[in-house]
């Protein structure tokens, strides 16, 4: 049976996001680390469930105790925990590590990434709609600085489990257009929405702010 026939229309498929999670994961050269605290436990989840992850996930961590994120990261000044300063204490940690544990005369062609979020979800007494930072280091050629995207993302759903499930698709879909989409930044935004549900409505699930530094 033919792939197109006459008459169809172009239009760009976006891959599910099984689909993202696999095509990163069969990629012989990608491989970091996933660091989630807080409410954030969803992302590096849709890695396993898709397969093949044990040639790109390094380390899979979550330091949900805040003493116990404490002792790795750090004592936040300000005593809190979902902010910009300690997403980026995580990242640099993550990466550091990395770097230090995995040869890049062995692995001379791996682009190396850390991928972090710290996030609280909605109060019992639904008051706080909960908010959480997430970003992603990652390098497109083995021998270059790394990049930075950094998001801020504020929730409206009313369900906490809804959230998560949210957290775990944006996750993919930045691990995802941080490599394949890197040098389309528009569409990088976009499709930072890939696959969240509209019922729940794309404008009433997040909002959020972005940081992209591109070396």
């Not at 660091?35 to 992850?53: D, K, L, M, P, S």
């Not at 909605?122 to 990652?138: P, R, S, V």
């Not at 929405?193 to 699930?205: E, G, L, P, T």
């Amino acid at each position: 049976m033919p792939e197109t026939l006459k008459g169809d229309k172009e239009f760009e498929q976006i891959p599910s996001i099984k689909s993202k999670s696999l095509r990163i994961n069969l990629n012989e050269n990608i491989y970091g680390t996933f660091a989630e605290i807080g409410a954030g436990q969803e992302t590096v989840r849709n890695f396993f469930r898709a397969g093949g992850a044990s040639g790109t996930i390094a380390k899979a961590m979550s330091a949900y105790d805040k003493d116990f994120s404490d002792a790795i990261y750090g004592i936040e000044e300000d005593g809190r925990y979902v902010t910009e300063d300690r997403l980026k204490k995580m990242l640099r940690h993550e990466m550091r590590l990395m770097e230090e544990r995995i040869s890049r005369e062995k692995h001379p062609n791996k682009l190396f990434f850390a991928y972090a979020n710290t996030v609280a979800t909605i109060d019992f007494a639904k008051k706080f709609k909960g908010h959480g930072w997430i970003g992603i280091k990652f390098q497109i050629e083995p021998d270059e600085d790394y990049n930075e995207i950094i998001i801020h993302v504020r929730f409206h759903e009313n369900d906490a489990k809804l959230q998560q499930l949210t957290l775990g698709d944006l996750g993919v879909n930045l691990i995802y257009g941080a490599f394949y989409k890197y040098d389309e930044p528009k569409k990088l935004l976009r499709y930072l929405y890939d696959h969240i549900d509209k019922d729940q409505s794309v404008q009433n699930q997040f909002f959020f702010f972005i940081k992209i530094i591109l070396h």
